[in-house]
C-alpha cells in the first residue's frame, strides 16, 4: 500500500473538491461524481445541470449537442440486451458531461449519480422545483422511430410515475429490486456474463420502468428526454466502477461507436468497447472510489504500486458456472397470473451452503487462495418480449405456497425482480440464494424441485394491462 502519510492525508481532503492530475507539462481536471441522493437540494450542482440543459435545449436544431439530439443517440445506437451494454452508455455519459460542462464553461462539471439504495430511492427535490429538471417544464415530444429500437414510434411525453417525495422502494410490490441486499448480490458476481445480465435487467430495466409508467419518456428509447435518465445511468457506471476497482475483469468485446457521439466542439468521436474500460481514460471518478486516483498520483509521485489486498482476484478457480438443473417447457406468461418453472436440482441443499474458491491478490510476492459461498441463480434463457411496450415488473419468487399479485418483496420467498425496457433482452437472471438458505434453514427443502414463480404485475395499479411474454428455458446455476 501507499506508505506516505501525507500523501495519504491530501488524497482524502481533495475528495471533496475536483481532482487535479498533472501529466507532463499538462493539467487535467478529474470530474468527480458525487452520490445525489447525499446533497443538500441547495447545492450548487443542480443549479449547473439545470443551466446546462437548459443551454442544450437553446442550441439550435442541427446543433448535434442538443437536447433532442442527444436523446435520438440512444434510440439509434444504445446497446441493451447486449454484452456491452455497460461499454457503450459510458461513452455516451462521458461525452453527454463533457458537453454540459463545455455550455456551462465549467471543465470540473460532474454528472451525479442516482443511488436508488439511498433515501428510499427517492428523486431529488429540485428535479421537481427547478424548472430546467422538471421533465414536465420542457414539454419535449419524443416522436422518433428507429429501427435499432423498435419499428414502432415512440411517442412519450414529459411525466414521470413517481411524484415528489415518493422514492423507488415504498413499494414494496415494485421497487424490490432497488434495495441494497439485492444490489450487493449483483456486485458479487465475478463472472461478467453473470453480472451485466441481472444489472440491467433488473435495477436499471425497472428503474426505466417505474418511473416511466406507461407514457413517460423514462418508459422507453427516448428515455434520455427526462434529465433524470442520466444519473440513472451514471448510478449503473458507478456500481460497474466498483465492480471494477474490485478486481473484476471484464472483457474488451469488439465493439465500434466511432461517429456514434460527438464531443464538446461537435466533432465525431472516436470510441470502441475496448477503450471504455478504464475510467481513468476518460479524466472522472467517484466519490466513493479514490483507488484510480490514488494509483494514478503514486505512479506520478514515483510511490510504490498501489495494490488493492481487500478484494478477490478475478481468476476464480473454476470460474465457469456449473448447471445444477434445468427445464426447457416454454410457457407464455401473463401479468397477474403466477406462473411455475420446477426445475429438478441435484443435491439442492449440499450445493446450495458449498464455497466457491478464488486466487487472492498478491501480497508480496506470495499469491493465496480465498473463498466466499456460492450463490444460486435462476437463468431464464429465449425470453420473447411482449408485443406492446410492457409496463410491467416480474416478481420473481421460489418455493411459494400461496402465491398471488399482492404479495410483495417484503416477503422471504422473494428472490428479485425484472422487467422489459425496449425489445432487446432475452435472457434475465435472478439471485435465489436467500429464499433458498431461508427455506432450508426453516426444515422446509424437503424435494430437489425448485418452483421457480413469476407473478408480472403492472406498474400503475390503478391499469391492469393484459400483457403477455415467453420464456422458453430456466435453468438453476451454482457459482
Known amino acids: 500500500m501507499i ?14 473538491a475536483p481532482f487535479v492530475l498533472k501529466t507532463g507539462l499538462r493539467a487535467q481536471v478529474t470530474r468527480l461524481r458525487r452520490d445525489v441522493t447525499k446533497l443538500d437540494p441547495s447545492d450548487p450542482l443542480f443549479g449547473k445541470y439545470a443551466e446546462a440543459v437548459k443551454a442544450l435545449h437553446d442550441l439550435p436544431a442541427d446543433d448535434p449537442r442538443n437536447w433532442r439530439n442527444q436523446a435520438l443517440i440512444h434510440i439509434n445506437h444504445c446497446m441493451h440486451g447486449e454484452p456491452d451494454f455497460l461499454h457503450w452508455h459510458r461513452h455516451y455519459l462521458a461525452n453527454f458531461e463533457l458537453i454540459c460542462g463545455d455550455l456551462i464553461t465549467d471543465p470540473s462539471f460532474a454528472l451525479p449519480y442516482w443511488n436508488w439504495t439511498e433515501n428510499r430511492g ?23 422511430q428507429s429501427p435499432h429500437w423498435d419499428p414502432r414510434t415512440v411517442r412519450t411525453v414529459g411525466r414521470r410515475n413517481l411524484v415528489k417525495g415518493q422514492g423507488l422502494q415504498d413499494d414494496p410490490l415494485r421497487g424490490g429490486s432497488f434495495t441494497k441486499s439485492k444490489i450487493d448480490s449483483i456486485q458479487a458476481q465475478s463472472i461478467y456474463d453473470l453480472y451485466w445480465v441481472p444489472l440491467e435487467g433488473s435495477p436499471h430495466n425497472d428503474g426505466h420502468v417505474v418511473v416511466g409508467a406507461g407514457n413517460g419518456h423514462m418508459g422507453n428509447g427516448m428515455s434520455p428526454l427526462d434529465p433524470i435518465f442520466w444519473l440513472h445511468h451514471c448510478n449503473i457506471d458507478r456500481l460497474w466502477a466498483q465492480w471494477q476497482d474490485a478486481g473484476n475483469s471484464t472483457p474488451p468485446l469488439s465493439g465500434v461507436y466511432s461517429g456514434q457521439f460527438v464531443d464538446a466542439n461537435k466533432q465525431p468521436v472516436m470510441a470502441t468497447s475496448a477503450s471504455a474500460l478504464n475510467i481513468t481514460d476518460f479524466n472522472y471518478t467517484y466519490d466513493v472510489l479514490t483507488g484510480p486516483v490514488v494509483a494514478r ?9 498501489f495494490r488493492r489486498q481487500k478484494v478477490l482476484s478475478p481468476e476464480n478457480v473454476s470460474s465457469a458456472p456449473q448447471t445444477l438443473g434445468a427445464t426447457t417447457e416454454a410457457k407464455t406468461v401473463n401479468t397477474n397470473v403466477e406462473t411455475v418453472f420446477t426445475v429438478g436440482v441435484a443435491d439442492l441443499v449440499p450445493n446450495l451452503f458449498k464455497s466457491r474458491t478464488f486466487w487472492a491478490p498478491e501480497v508480496l510476492g506470495v499469491q493465496r487462495l480465498a473463498a466466499e459461498p456460492s450463490r444460486v441463480l435462476a437463468r431464464l ?20 405456497p400461496d402465491l398471488s399479485p399482492q404479495t410483495d418483496s417484503n416477503d422471504p420467498h422473494y428472490a428479485g425482480s425484472f422487467s422489459f425496457f425496449g425489445p432487446h433482452q432475452h435472457e434475465f437472471i435472478v439471485d435465489i440464494t436467500e429464499p433458498l438458505r431461508a427455506l432450508s434453514a426453516d426444515g422446509r427443502i424437503v424435494t430437489n424441485d425448485v418452483k421457480i414463480q413469476l407473478m408480472p404485475i403492472s406498474v400503475d395499479p390503478n391499469v391492469t394491462a393484459e400483457t403477455t411474454f415467453t420464456v422458453g428455458k430456466v435453468e438453476v446455476l451454482r457459482v
Open 3 to 16: 506508505n506516505r502519510r501525507e500523501f495519504s492525508t491530501g488524497v482524502v481532503t481533495t475528495l471533496a
Open 297 to 305: 498520483e503514486s505512479q506520478e509521485l514515483g510511490l510504490e504500486s
Open 122 to 144: 427517492r428523486i431529488p427535490d429540485p428535479f421537481f422545483d427547478l424548472d430546467g429538471l422538471n421533465v414536465a417544464f420542457w414539454r419535449d415530444p419524443s416522436n422518433a
Open 381 to 400: 434463457t429465449d425470453v420473447s418480449a411482449p408485443q406492446e411496450a410492457a409496463p410491467i415488473i416480474v416478481n420473481v419468487f421460489v418455493n411459494h
